[in-house]
């Protein structure tokens, strides 16, 4: 794929990135704040103020003290103090703590919402530390307490048998002095040791105020959010584009449709709006002036074909076969333009009915044969819906083709319709040829709207029959497997199949449309083809006498059975 593919595929798919960019701000302006959040800080310091002599006790390590602060006993009451439930992590989480050996210090640091919060958090934890070294010298000095009376016991017992013996003097009681000194001498030093043997710590600095602090430093704001999601759903969108393009066996462009079908594209259509877009196909000559003008450029090669055509292939047909091929007169500059698509929903009512209506519009006399039997449109549109056409005329002998053939309200345009619904005829190859003569004798151009040729054995018929094929394929809709199986069946019937028509062409955010905010052709030139609400029949006198449709030039055509009509050789 080139660069200009993958800008293709992202414009054929630029509701997924309007979707995904759009979903990303949706989050980002929900999760995100509007700015960094700002808290209070808050600062306690400790300081040892006394030691033991020999430095054993372990609140004479401030590491010791720090590890006590934020650890087990001390949070949980710094909880219970402030009235929090639950484990106290919430709170420890919020807390810093920075031991200094070399100076004895421990400063503790407290972050809060409001500043008297961290204030009264700081101070409680440093309280509870101060709390807690409290309580380990006292449980120490209890020990000892303990220990000093045990051996008081002792040495109380000692007494008592000494003076049993006789006396501190007597020779018998020499030993039991001697143990009795010996537990004074531990005793004292027991006491000396408790007395000792105590860390104390104090606050150096009480926390009175706290400072705010913006988180911004280390949070990405929401603008910043909102760019780096952008990005991120861009490059989300490019891929998911590319995904679904390379996935997608659906025709989207021009450059596709001709690689797919091996066909010119003759004309774009572009693609109507959503009020008009299941009405009639006249709809798109009244309100559109690029479908007109798509029409019109259709018009305009199909007839440059005819004119075209080399004398040279029609001798050789009479050459070779003693007349020309059937259903194609050699020196006939009449024309039978038949107007199928692959599949059903491909566009080719809209595209018969609409390429009928600028062959009457450049004052040629044309007839619309409704062919399609079972999803007709233009008849409904047109004001003859119901009547008898194309099932009857088949099945009845010697019949004449004026007597089904209704006029309709823009000048120049007459209908065949369709008929009985769901019933064609079979094996009546002859009276199909007879119909299209008798068409083609009837009016300058012929236009056959068929059922599709993949899903009816008529159309393949028809195909055969017609002096040019049209396809209408309908962007978006029409598949690739699709195409390849039409144009095979066109190329094994050896139908003169001129090009492709693009119905549908998104104009998309993307493009521009030449004709955007220019009048209709109605409003332009004053009449046009009436208008009809979708709802009752079409405006107009019912036998062509309404406005015409403008010319290429922005003059009126007369209608084809007026004295001044340019009509060669019409039988109406």
């Known amino acids: 794929m080139e660069p200009s593919d993958y800008l293709k595929a992202l414009q054929r798919h630029w509701k997924v990135a309007v979707a995904l960019v759009l979903t990303v701000v949706v989050v980002v302006l929900f999760l995100v ?51 929090r439930t639950g484990p106290p992590d919430d709170l420890t989480d919020r807390l810093t703590v920075t ?5 004895g210090t421990v400063d503790l640091a407290v972050t809060a919402d ?43 017992a000692l007494g008592s048998r000494i003076a049993a013996a006789g006396g501190d003097s007597a020779p018998a009681a020499a030993g039991l002095v001697s143990q009795r000194a ?64 390379r996935s997608d066996s659906r025709l989207h462009t021009k450059e596709q449709a001709e690689r797919q079908f091996g066909l010119p594209v003759l004309a774009e259509v572009p693609l109507l709006s959503l009020r008009h877009r299941r009405r009639a196909a006249v709809l798109g000559y009244e309100h559109d002036v690029g479908v007109a003008e798509a029409h019109r450029s259709l018009r305009t090669a199909l007839l440059l074909f005819r004119d075209r055509l080399p004398l040279a292939v029609e001798a050789a047909e009479l050459t070779r ?18 107007v199928t698509s692959a599949e059903a929903g491909d566009g080719k009512s809209t595209t018969a009915a609409n390429l009928a209506m600028a062959y009457a519009e450049a004052g040629q006399s044309a007839l619309l044969v409704n062919w399609d039997l079972w999803r007709p449109t233009s008849a409904r549109v047109l004001g003859a819906e119901g009547s008898p056409g194309v099932s009857e005329l088949l099945e009845a002998e010697g019949a004449s083709l004026v007597d089904y053939v209704h006029p309709t309200p823009v000048p120049g345009l007459h209908l065949l319709p369709s008929g009985r619904l769901g019933h064609q005829p079979g094996g009546r190859l002859d009276a199909d040829l007879r119909l299209l003569e008798q068409a083609r004798e009837l009016a300058d151009v012929v236009v056959v709207d068929t059922a599709p040729l993949l899903a009816a054995s008529v159309t393949r018929e028809l195909v055969t029959m017609a002096d040019v094929v049209v396809l209408a394929s309908r ?7 699709a195409a390849g199986r039409t144009v095979e069946l066109l190329e094994r019937l050896g139908a003169p199949t001129l090009g492709v028509v693009l119905v549908g062409v998104p104009r ?17 030139s004053g009449g046009g083809v009436p208008r009809h609400d979708g709802d009752g029949p079409l405006s107009g006198d019912a036998h062509g006498g309404g406005a015409g449709p403008s010319g290429g030039d922005g003059r009126h055509r007369a209608a084809p059975d007026s004295p001044s009509a340019p009509s060669r050789g019409s039988a109406w």
Do not use: C
């Open 508 to 524: 998309g955010p993307f493009r521009k449309d030449y004709y955007t905010g220019v009048p209709g052709p109605a409003v332009r």
């Open 114 to 156: 409001t500043e008297d919060e961290a204030v009264l958090l700081v101070n409680t934890f440093a309280e509870e530390a101060l709390r807690y070294v409290n309580e380990q010298n006292q449980e120490a000095r209890a020990a000892a307490d303990d220990q000093v009376r045990q051996i008081q016991s002792e040495v109380d």
């Open 99 to 103: 031991p200094s050996v070399e100076l």
């Open 33 to 83: 704040p509007a700015k960094g959040d700002t808290v209070y800080e808050a600062r306690h310091t400790l300081l040892r103020t006394s030691t033991t002599p020999e430095g054993t006790a372990a609140a004479d390590n401030p590491r010791v003290l720090a590890l006590w602060a934020s650890r087990g006993t001390v949070p949980q009451r710094v909880a219970e103090a402030v009235g």
């Open 475 to 481: 962007v978006g809709r029409a598949t690739s497997p």
């Open 321 to 338: 076969h003693g007349q020309p091929a059937p259903g194609r007169g050699a020196s006939s500059s009449r024309q039978v333009v038949v």
């Open 182 to 245: 010996a537990k004074l001498d531990e005793q004292n030093a027991v006491a000396a040791e408790a007395r000792a043997n105590v860390s104390r710590w104090g606050s150096l600095q009480e926390a009175s105020s706290a400072q705010p602090v913006s988180t911004s430093s280390v949070a990405v704001s929401r603008g910043q959010a909102l760019l780096l999601g952008g990005l991120v759903a861009l490059l989300l969108a490019s891929g998911v584009a590319i995904m679904l393009d």
